[in-house]
């Protein structure tokens, strides 16, 4: 059992994991465009693991008994105006999911809905990894960006990270 409450709020979550989803796909092909591979590759093993968050609350929704309401995902408006700007948008979407994960934990504590409280708990530690990873990213395009040689080595880093990696 599950209070209506967080039911609400989990499939919410689930929208917004698949929203994030559909976003970093749509930043992997703008960056597939101008040949940026590696953060196009980067990009596309986000946007898999974004899925996947989705698909455990989707699990844990089902583990409980509780009704699953699919929203409508949007088609991503994304631009590319720069390496730089499109990072500060990843950036800035995963301290919206990280928000969104902290009202959904707060929430299962004040309903006191033990059972979906461990993996919350696990959505809180993985939010911390995402916003740091993104967070370096960003750091490292602030000084590189004049830089043409340091932009193609990150892209060569940025393509080391294997589809299953959580972060880096
Ligand atoms: Fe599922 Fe990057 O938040």
């Known amino acids: 059992m599950i209070s209506q409450k967080l039911e609400h709020a989990v499939n ?12 970093y796909l749509a930043m992997s092909a703008l960056c597939e465009a101008r040949y940026f591979r590696g953060f196009a590759r980067w990009l596309r093993a986000q946007s898999r693991e974004e899925y996947g ?3 455990k609350l989707f699990d ?7 009704p699953i309401d ?8 994304v ?25 959904l934990y707060a929430l299962a504590l004040e309903q006191k809905d033990y059972p979906a409280q461990p993996l919350l708990q696990w959505f809180v530690t993985e939010q911390v990894e995402e916003e740091n990873a993104a967070a370096e990213i ?12 340091g932009l193609f080595a990150l892209d060569r880093e940025l393509g080391g990270r294997s589809a299953g990696e959580v972060s880096h």
């Open 12 to 23: 919410d979550q689930i929208q917004l994991e698949l929203q994030a989803s559909y976003l």
């Open 53 to 55: 968050h989705a698909m």
């Open 60 to 66: 844990l929704m089902g583990e409980l008994g509780a």
């Open 70 to 77: 699919l929203k409508a995902i949007s088609a991503p408006a």
């Open 79 to 103: 631009q590319f105006d720069s390496l730089r700007a499109l990072f500060q948008e990843v950036y800035a979407h995963e301290k919206k999911v990280t928000a969104s994960i902290h009202h």
């Open 138 to 149: 960003c750091h490292k395009l602030d000084w590189l960006e004049d830089h043409p040689m």
